[in-house]
């Protein structure tokens, strides 16, 4: 089974870092992946630095930028994990946008993957229509499962349609703003959380943007089964660099 789908199982919420690779030095990609593990994160997302970021607050823009200035490449990325799994277990999903992973050639992106054992893509601007039609067989030949975003504008119709497409879990975008952006939930989150839950999705949900300490990751997973924390990682990893992860991850839960 896909290791997305059986940390989804566990009888606990979900905390998911996402960061993004070759930031803040170009090597610090494997250490980040095993110190998270190894200080009780379930689930990570390693960004694919891109050019021109569309839903990226300035933190991850900031660390994008500087990460392609670093080097970064999706070539180099995966000369970086091919080790990954002799010493990480929980789940790993690459987050990015659609553009890199055509320049790298899709097929080829997928089979290397599957190779060194990643489990999942966030693709924001790949539409879900396209991916049914010319990636799904794709993807599912190298055991990836595709995750898709919802956010409080999404229609109840394409939110049972992305639904019935998903098979790990929904990532819930927690406002229509840029990520980082939000200090804390207020009642418009809470009403869309509860909308959200009362449709009794097939999948379970996992939600993104505005998550930076416990109170917010608390409230987030009142009613889903996670959270992601991206802008707040990443501002502490400017500060602070890749020593004391821990202490970032205790704060939390």
């Given at each position: 089974?896909?290791?997305?789908?059986q940390?989804?199982?566990?009888?606990?919420?979900?905390?998911?870092?996402?960061?993004?690779?070759?930031y803040?030095?170009?090597?610090?990609?494997?250490?980040?992946?095993?110190d998270?593990?190894?200080?009780?994160?379930?689930?990570?997302?390693?960004?694919?630095?891109?050019?021109?970021?569309?839903?990226?607050?300035?933190?991850?823009?900031?660390?994008?930028?500087?990460a392609?200035?670093?080097?970064?490449?999706?070539?180099?990325?995966?000369?970086?994990?091919?080790?990954?799994?002799?010493?990480?277990?929980?789940?790993?999903?690459?987050?990015?946008?659609?553009?890199p992973v055509?320049?790298?050639?899709?097929?080829?992106?997928?089979?290397?993957?599957?190779?060194?054992g990643?489990?999942?893509?966030?693709?924001?601007?790949?539409?879900?229509?396209?991916?049914?039609?010319?990636?799904?067989?794709?993807?599912?030949?190298?055991?990836?499962?595709?995750?898709?975003?919802?956010t409080?504008?999404?229609?109840?119709?394409?939110?049972?349609?992305?639904?019935?497409a998903?098979?790990?879990?929904?990532y819930?975008?927690?406002?229509?703003?840029?990520?980082?952006?939000?200090?804390?939930?207020g009642?418009?989150?809470?009403v869309?959380?509860?909308?959200?839950?009362?449709?009794?999705?097939?999948?379970?949900q996992?939600?993104?943007?505005?998550?930076?300490?416990?109170?917010?990751?608390?409230?987030?997973?009142?009613?889903?089964?996670?959270?992601?924390?991206?802008?707040?990682?990443?501002?502490?990893?400017t500060?602070?660099?890749?020593?004391?992860?821990?202490?970032?991850?205790?704060?939390?839960?």
């Amino acid at each position: 089974m896909n290791r997305i789908k059986q940390k989804l199982q566990e009888d606990k919420k979900i905390l998911s870092i996402y960061f993004t690779a070759g930031y803040p030095t170009l090597n610090d990609t494997v250490k980040i992946i095993q110190d998270l593990e190894q200080n009780g994160v379930d689930l990570i997302e390693i960004g694919l630095p891109f050019s021109d970021p569309l839903a990226d607050g300035p933190t991850i823009q900031a660390s994008s930028t500087a990460a392609l200035k670093n080097g970064m490449t999706t070539t180099l990325l995966f000369e970086q994990l091919k080790d990954i799994r002799k010493t990480v277990s929980i789940p790993l999903i690459l987050m990015g946008y659609f553009n890199p992973v055509l320049q790298y050639g899709v097929e080829a992106f997928c089979q290397k993957c599957e190779e060194i054992g990643i489990d999942g893509l966030i693709l924001p601007d790949l539409p879900l229509d396209v991916y049914q039609k010319e990636y799904e067989t794709l993807f599912k030949k190298h055991g990836l499962i595709n995750v898709f975003l919802i956010t409080p504008q999404t229609s109840d119709a394409r939110i049972r349609a992305i639904d019935d497409a998903s098979e790990g879990f929904v990532y819930m975008v927690s406002s229509a703003s840029t990520t980082g952006t939000k200090e804390g939930f207020g009642p418009e989150q809470s009403v869309y959380f509860e909308r959200i839950a009362a449709m009794n999705l097939k999948n379970p949900q996992i939600v993104g943007f505005g998550i930076s300490n416990a109170q917010t990751f608390q409230q987030a997973t009142a009613h889903t089964k996670g959270a992601i924390i991206g802008s707040a990682f990443i501002k502490y990893l400017t500060q602070n660099g890749v020593d004391g992860i821990g202490g970032f991850v205790g704060q939390i839960r």
